[in-house]
């Protein structure tokens, strides 16, 4: 069995407190350069592919230097999913071992930034997509549309955008913005609708078809070692097994991985978590 990619939490641990973020009680921890050489060496006959993000903010790693070296060495290719908060500081280690891509969400800013600050934290962020473009795709991230019109603060980012970048507005017309928009060689922008996590105490709906990439695309890894059907479980409500302790081809092959994936293969959830899941 293969897969497109496999998430693998490095840290649930984040320097943003965002309204829209996953609410985890998981208790917050990093994994040790120890733990993640061993799951790289238990999921490379599964995949190429490797994205440092379920929960947690990356960069935040206390040995992202090691994270990012031991992949390398194992020839995975590397995506990151950042806040962009600390990507100056950290500049130097990803252009030693440069990510596949990184995505920087901008998003999250609104909550987490003084509104005057926005402009410098714009401009670093692009002066860090300039410097790494050559080794690594950036994407930039506005995945917060509540509807198809642009928010006052989408509208202020494009400004932004357009100002440092020296271009036209006319780049950011409503058409493009929702399609995605190439700004400069590798460097990206892109947007989203508000994804809303799942609500465990919502009602299940019984007649929603639902299909799903979990355990078909990808699985994710928790930082505890927990393997989970999808990146969307991050507390480990569809808990497999772990990746210190098990399997991975057994837990793969279970009863549970495989209803699951059955069910999503017919266009039925089979888990309460799945049919209370607003991802298709």
Request: hydrophobic residues 40%.
């Amino acid at each position: 069995m293969k897969f497109k990619k496999i998430y693998i939490e490095i840290t649930n641990a984040c320097n943003f407190n965002c309204s829209f973020c996953y609410p985890s009680k998981r208790a917050k921890r990093a994994l040790t350069v120890e733990e993640f050489r061993f799951i790289c060496e238990k999921i490379k006959p599964f995949t190429a592919y490797i994205y440092l993000h379920v929960m947690g903010e990356p960069l935040l790693h206390p040995q992202l230097e090691e994270i990012l070296r031991i992949a390398n060495q194992q020839g995975f290719q590397v995506n990151i999913t950042t806040n962009g908060s600390l990507v100056s500081k950290q500049q130097g280690v990803l252009q030693k071992y440069p990510p596949r891509q990184i995505n920087v969400s901008l998003h999250d800013l609104e909550e987490n930034i003084p509104p005057e600050s926005l402009p410098e934290f714009i401009r670093g962020t692009l002066q860090f997509a300039h410097s790494v473009a050559d080794t690594t795709y950036i994407n930039l991230r506005l995945w917060n549309r509540v509807d198809d019109t642009l928010s006052e603060f989408n509208q202020r980012c494009l400004s932004l955008l357009a100002k440092e970048l020296d271009l036209d507005m006319s780049v950011f017309s409503k058409e493009n913005f929702l399609k995605g928009i190439h700004l400069r060689k590798h460097i990206y922008l892109q947007s989203a609708a508000r994804f809303d996590w799942p609500d465990t105490e919502a009602t299940p709906s019984e007649t929603d078809a639902k299909t799903c990439y979990a355990l078909k695309d990808h699985i994710a890894i928790l930082s505890d070692g927990t393997i989970v059907p999808c990146c969307i479980d991050a507390d480990a409500h569809l808990r497999l097994g772990n990746i210190f302790t098990d399997d991975l081809r057994e837990v793969l092959h279970t009863k549970k991985a495989l209803l699951i994936k059955e069910g999503f293969a017919n266009k039925v959830a089979i888990e309460n978590f799945c049919r209370v899941c607003g991802f298709r």
